[in-house]
């Protein structure tokens, strides 16, 4: 069986079909619909390979449709401006001969200049203090739809500990702010595109969540469905996910069936390496509305 990881990269390690097209390989497990990290993450890649002028500094992001799993996806790349210091992209994902994804990425050399950034969180209790998700959340694993406990226990390619957990058991509100501590459960490779495009798919983790969790429930409730529907993140440093980072996230607000929430991403000397922020659907259904038809 492929190591999660190696999956994982598999997935980032696209076919190039064409001067500026790729194509994605199909995932070959027993999800009905793509998580929306892997889409942004191999955008990404796609881009950067079109590219020598440096690492990404920004993404922004639509989620048009959701992806199938079992069929590929082809890319397409498009070049809008090539400057001395900056570039941009434009990327689509098609799937079926449908639109499911559009995103645009901007390159930036590095540069020199003033410095300062929003302060690490302290006072937290370390990873090692941490229950791993598989272990915190098998005690709730019956609260949880029966087809998909499979899945919520499998080992993951990266590894989400919780600092500030919910109690799946009793719904019990909490604040509308939750952080994580975030690593890959094998090395990465020493390649700084690479590991650029791990974070871009961490990216897509836990926020819709955490615009639940005021509300006392989560997107695994039977009656709520959600989905992403924008996603922006503006990368500050260099950095590799085989150490732990700190993942803080906070809902700014909800209504309206949508929710609105930021994360910032710390590495082990406390630098921000990523500021990201989301809009995503949260949509409370009535009896008549099947989950599956919802968005």
């Keep these: 069986m492929t190591a999660p990881v190696d999956n994982l990269l598999h997935q980032l390690s696209l076919e190039q079909t064409g001067a500026f097209r790729f194509r994605a390989p199909p995932v070959t497990d027993d999800r009905n619909r793509l998580f929306g990290g892997q889409l942004i993450g191999q955008s990404l890649a796609a881009a950067s390979r079109t590219t020598e002028l440096g690492l990404a500094h920004s993404l922004h992001a639509y989620f048009l449709r959701g992806g199938r799993t079992q069929e590929p996806i082809g890319i397409t790349v498009e070049p809008l401006r090539d400057g001395r210091s900056y570039c941009t992209r434009r990327v689509s994902m098609h799937q079926g001969g449908e639109h499911i994804f559009e995103l645009t990425a901007s390159f930036h050399i590095e540069e020199t200049g003033h410095e300062h950034q ?66 890959s459960n094998s090395p990465l490779p020493n390649d700084a595109c690479m590991n650029q495009w791990v974070v871009a798919y961490c990216s897509d983790r836990a926020l819709l969540d955490t615009n639940l969790r005021p509300h006392g429930t989560t997107l695994w409730a039977e009656n709520i469905t959600g989905a992403s529907l924008d996603h922006a993140v503006w990368f500050h440093r260099q950095t590799s996910l085989d150490r732990w980072h700190l993942y803080d996230l906070q809902s700014d607000w909800t209504g309206g069936a949508r929710g609105l929430a930021r994360g910032y991403l710390y590495d082990p000397d406390g630098h921000l390496v990523a500021s990201v922020c989301q809009e995503g659907m949260i949509r409370v259904l009535d009896d008549s509305l099947p989950k599956s038809e919802a968005r």
């Design 118 to 183: 929003r302060a690490v969180p302290t006072d937290l209790p370390s990873p090692d203090d941490c229950q791993p998700w598989a272990e915190f959340i098998r005690p709730a694993i019956s609260h949880f739809p029966e087809g998909q406990q499979k899945r919520i226990l499998a080992p993951r390619a990266i590894e989400f500990r919780p600092i500030d957990p919910i109690d799946f058991a009793t719904g019990e509100p909490r604040t509308t702010r939750q952080r994580y501590w975030i690593r």
